[in-house]
């Protein structure tokens, strides 16, 4: 198991604010406040997010859970929500992101 330092998150994010992907960030986000996976927080719809909360379903061990947000992170991600998926395809975005930054992060 690997983790960011502090100052790795701060270079990523400096890298993250360059980025033409307009979901990138906040997926980043979900990624490092809630601990989820990449595809869980990249695949969250509008009913998934509720009362400072975000439901992740159907995740690698087949478990539903709830994870507890920020009220600042839950306006991020509903901020010009509709119905269906809120994000759109950003891992390439990321990898580019961390490689400017210049971290070194683990296969997956």
């Known amino acids: 198991m690997t983790y960011l330092e502090f100052d790795e998150i ?3 994010f400096v890298e ?4 033409r992907n ?3 960030k ?3 986000e979900i990624c490092l406040e809630t601990g ?9 719809t ?3 997010v509720h009362a400072r909360m ?3 379903e159907d995740t690698k061990n087949d478990e539903d859970r709830s994870v507890p947000i920020s009220a600042e992170l839950e306006k991020k991600i509903l901020t010009g929500a509709g119905h269906g998926p809120l994000f759109s395809n950003s891992m390439d ?3 580019n992101a961390a490689e400017r930054a210049g971290l070194k992060l683990p296969k997956g």
């Open 10 to 12: 701060d270079r990523l």
């Open 26 to 28: 906040v997926i980043t």
């Open 36 to 44: 989820c996976r990449w595809g869980e927080a990249q695949g969250l």
């Open 22 to 24: 307009p979901h990138v």
């Open 54 to 56: 975000v439901r992740f």
């Open 46 to 48: 509008r009913a998934d």
């Open 93 to 95: 975005a990321f990898k």
């Open 16 to 19: 993250l604010d360059k980025s």
